[in-house]
């Protein structure tokens, strides 16, 4: 069922509820008013008569009955009828003798035990009345027909059932109406959204100038088109890169291989063409295993193997590794502060990516200092990790800050410098994976800092 038409029957239904409810409130009401009216006139009747009859020196039967007949009451088909302790009947009156009400023991037995008891007989309201008291009382049936009150009730009826059906009418009219002004918002937002295409990202969707849900809702796809279009860019960005530093060792190999088999050429020249080709084989497959990891942390944490892992531990190894890749290359560990509890220094993570993260932080460090030699420092504050990686190398230009952890992005200064470009937004993405991030400030001339900051599995609970 269409969303217009569950909000349109919802309002509907919730009118005709109230409606009813009410329209049955104000019948109701005026039922109980005109039962107590009638009530009221009859116990008056009942109870004058009674007076009347128990003044039989003063007024005699006759009298009485010509009394009833001249009194002036709203009320149609009249009858009085009067019954002593022996249940006889012994004063008698009505406007016609058929509207006289039939009257049996437990009726008076009814109204000697409750002094007044209501009953209808037939379309006429009755009321059965005890005066006197328990050894000579008499007992007064009163009934009439409430012909204007029962009328007054016919059109009150009538009008409240026109009123119920017409408040239905237009609360389907106005339901349709409401829910179409309120969905409208909605369509018009999907049909912005139908028109954007990939190609065509940096479109936005019309904000209102009221700050509602439907403001609230455009912002928040604003802001993930925002993130697509970004993600879109690295993308494209990264995908020509990528191309770029794969097909330049490819045109050399081409290139060397095409040159070399042009002519006989001696075992020597055959030689170093070979040498200069595997060069290239082994820059090509350096940057694919870098491309596989770069890909590998770019996914997310449900593919990966999960563990508590000691970053001390992760540090410690550190040094002879970084050797492997040059051995003038030094690191200088520091873990001064570290808390009594091991449990602080546990991440929840994949071990392998935490450590090639903070691996090419630390090589890079090592490579653009002049000393080849990094600072790493380890400290827990707060629930979290902290590594710090500090160099004496070039330094970072702040319009460039921001850049360094786009792929294959490189600073004029690092030119050249053996590298792609791959090892800080490899790093970054591993530690955003891991619910971290990598903070880093720099100064032209003076060198780096790079801080890590990971969540502690204390944190996170695990455990």
Avoid at 66 to 84: C, N, R, W
């Amino acid at each position: 069922m269409p969303v217009r038409l569950r909000i349109m029957l919802f309002f509907c239904t919730l009118a005709v509820v109230l409606l009813i409810l009410v329209s049955g409130t104000i019948y109701y009401i005026s039922y109980t008013n005109r039962i107590s009216a009638v009530k009221t006139r009859l116990s008056n009747r009942a109870i004058t008569t009674a007076r009347l009859l128990s003044q039989s020196e003063t007024f005699n039967r006759k009298l009485i009955e010509k009394i009833d007949e001249l009194t002036a009451v709203a009320l149609k088909h009249k009858t009085v009828q009067a019954y002593d302790s022996t249940d006889s009947r012994i004063y008698a009156f009505s406007d016609n003798v058929i509207d006289q009400v039939p009257v049996d023991a437990t009726m008076l037995k009814r109204a000697r035990e409750y002094g007044t008891y209501y009953f209808s007989y037939g379309n006429q309201d009755a009321i059965a009345y005890y005066h006197g008291n328990s050894s000579s009382g008499i007992v007064m049936i009163a009934a009439a027909y409430d012909e204007l009150g029962k009328k007054n009730l016919r059109q009150l009826s009538f009008i409240l059932i026109i009123s119920t059906l017409g408040g239905v009418v237009f609360s389907l009219a106005t339901g349709f109406y409401f829910s179409r002004r309120l969905l409208s918002p909605i369509k018009k937002i999907a049909d912005e959204v139908n028109e954007i295409s990939a190609q065509d990202l940096n479109r936005r969707i019309e904000t209102r100038k009221i700050k509602d849900e439907w403001n609230y809702l455009s912002d928040t796809l604003n802001q993930l088109l925002n993130r697509l279009q970004d993600s879109f860019e690295t993308q494209r960005r990264f995908i020509s890169n990528a191309s770029h530093e794969l097909s330049t060792p490819l045109t050399s190999m081409s290139s060397q291989l095409q040159v070399a088999l042009q002519k006989d050429r001696n075992s020597e020249e055959y030689r170093k063409v070979m040498q200069s080709v595997y060069q290239d084989v082994q820059h090509m497959s350096s940057l694919t295993k870098t491309l596989l990891e770069f890909a590998k942390a770019s996914g997310n944490t449900g593919g990966l193997e999960l563990n508590l892992v000691r970053i001390d531990e992760i540090l410690l190894r550190m040094p002879s590794e970084v050797q492997k890749v040059n051995a003038t290359y030094s690191i200088s560990l520091s873990f001064e502060g570290l808390p009594e509890e091991e449990n602080k220094l546990l991440v929840f993570g994949n071990e392998d990516l935490l450590f090639t993260a903070v691996k090419n932080i630390v090589i890079n460090a090592c490579k653009y200092s002049p000393q080849h030699q990094a600072i790493v420092a380890l400290k827990s504050e707060d629930n979290e990790v902290l590594i710090t990686v500090e160099d004496q190398g070039v330094g970072i230009p702040e319009k460039s800050l921001e850049n360094i952890f786009e792929p294959f992005y490189r600073i004029e200064e690092a030119r050249d410098f053996e590298g792609f470009g791959l090892g800080l937004p490899l790093a970054r993405r591993i530690m955003r994976l891991h619910k971290g991030d990598i903070i880093v400030s720099s100064q032209v001339g003076v060198g780096s800092t790079f801080t890590i900051i990971l969540p502690a599995a204390a944190a996170l609970k695990v455990f």
